[in-house]
């Protein structure tokens, strides 16, 4: 198995490395101790909705196997666990009453995270939002924002004395436009209008959320985490090069201008027209409000094409199973350019990884193509951080095989192998080999 070879010298004492996984990915136990229903669970169960009609009932059953989950993690020597909490599992119906039994599975999980040496690093929505919220109109009401306040609120008030982070949204721009313009994402909306109109709320609601937590004496650091591409146009065509910019202020800018600036790309609003989202005073104050740190989800990068002819299989690069191109140098690129434009606080690379046909051999997993790609971004990472890019973290996607949302379980992120007839867990090379380097990281810390 390939070594880290001298990859760690390239990273400074104190640097954090993690893993990550989400609520509704590997938690299960969809029914059990008054959890609520989620938007998700009511989406896996339309037909033809997921890949592989599969649902998230049972998962990876983590809600009962926290405990060897947390050794396994510790077992791999990282830092920091990023996880999310399930709004319905401690709020059933979105507002309302707490469920005591909810919120006593992450008294535990912190716990236990603590007592282990690891820092919880915890998400409010990674996209499950109460089915109750949404038949009141979801993130397409001004209302939810006020809910999540709410809910944000209430998780600081169990948990923000023991926490390294929270992170308000996980990629907002796949709420929006996943679930609501193209749907195939929960909730299965198709609408541009009503798309956007939910990313200027999940703002908005970052915003007033980072306000209500500081009022109330937030102690950890509080940021959001935005999945980010480096757009490359696919031809030197003046057509191409015009769509790159387009693209830039549909999707990366439209987060990153309102976050840093306070406003959303001209560009974007006329292409919009009467599709753009409807602004009160005062809303793209609140969105602006100062973050702690910014998280940043990187897989592959984005190809402009005015004529939409690109095709990943004939560029010539390496393709994941998911089809997604394998390009280190664009998690470089994206870094460079935000900090370019943008006064940034300190960065992490909250989510990066690779989902491959993984199989078992001798109750291993030799999944080389998966070092490679960890290999290479974790590289990428630290020439961004050489032209002055601030991170200070990165966390592997994912701790292990899970739900990977309308692809089912057919595709696997994990750096540990999940069988799921067993729950058996089985570390793959890639975590072995990770481990290896957050070894000899943590080692040149210490000396």
């Known amino acids: 198995m390939p070594s880290p070879n001298d990859l760690h010298l390239r990273f400074p004492p104190g640097f954090r490395w993690g893993v990550a996984t989400s609520a509704f990915q590997i938690e299960g136990a969809a029914f059990e101790d008054g959890r609520g229903e989620s938007i998700w669970d009511r989406f896996c169960h339309q037909p033809g909705a997921i890949a592989d009609g599969s649902h998230g009932d049972v998962a990876c059953d983590h809600y009962h196997r926290w405990e060897s989950d947390l050794d396994l993690i510790a077992s791999l020597g990282v830092t920091s666990y990023r996880f999310s909490v399930s709004w319905p599992r401690v709020l059933p119906t979105g507002s309302g009453a707490w469920n005591p039994k909810g919120m006593a599975f992450y ?82 909306i198709k609408s541009r209008k009503t798309a956007y109109q939910v990313a200027h709320h999940l703002l908005v609601s970052h915003g007033l959320a980072l306000e209500a937590m500081r009022a109330d004496g937030a102690k950890a650091p509080l940021g959001i985490v ?50 753009a989202p409807r602004v009160e005073a005062g809303d793209m104050a609140h969105i ?24 990943a299989k004939k560029s010539g690069l390496p393709l994941t199973a998911m089809g997604w191109e394998i390009y280190p140098r664009g998690l470089t690129g994206v870094l460079t350019t935000l900090h370019h434009e943008y006064e940034l606080p300190p960065v992490y690379i909250t989510e990066n990884g690779a989902a491959f046909d993984d199989h078992m051999d001798g109750g291993k997993v030799h999944d080389a193509d998966r070092i490679d790609y960890l290999r290479g971004h974790i590289g990428a990472v630290a020439d961004a951080m050489e032209r002055g ?18 692809s089912g379980y057919a595709k696997r992120f994990g750096i ?32």
């Not at 910014?294 to 094409?305: E, F, P």
């Not at 990165?394 to 701790?399: D, G, K």
């Not at 192998?417 to 080999?433: E, F, I």
Request: aromatic share 10%; proline share 4%.
């Open 416 to 447: 540990v192998h999940v069988d799921y007839a067993t729950q058996q867990r089985a570390p793959k090379d890639s975590g072995l080999w990770y481990r290896d380097l957050v070894r000899a990281c943590r080692e040149r810390s210490s000396t």
């Open 107 to 188: 008294e535990r999980l912190v716990d236990g995270l603590l007592a282990r040496g690891i820092e919880p690093c915890l998400t409010l929505n990674h996209w499950d939002l109460p089915q109750a919220l949404q038949e009141r109109g979801g993130w397409a009401a001004r209302d939810t924002m006020h809910r999540f306040v709410d809910y944000a609120r209430g998780v600081q008030r169990h948990l923000g004395d023991r926490v390294r982070m929270i992170t308000t949204h996980n990629e907002p721009w796949v709420i929006a436009i996943l679930g609501h313009e193209f749907g195939t994402f929960a909730p299965g």
């Open 288 to 311: 602006a409000t100062p973050m702690d740190y910014l998280g940043i989800n990187y897989y592959s990068r984005h190809v402009a094409s005015a004529d939409n002819s690109f095709d």
């Open 389 to 406: 890019v601030p991170v200070a973290g990165y966390m592997v996607w994912s701790l292990m095989d899970n739900f990977e949302w309308a």
């Open 226 to 275: 935005l999945n980010l591409a480096h757009t490359e146009p696919a031809t030197s065509s003046a057509a191409d090069a015009a769509r790159v910019e387009l693209d830039e202020a549909m999707g990366r800018r439209w987060y990153t201008d309102a976050l840093f600036k306070g406003r959303y790309p001209q560009l974007a609003l006329d292409e919009l027209g009467a599709d």
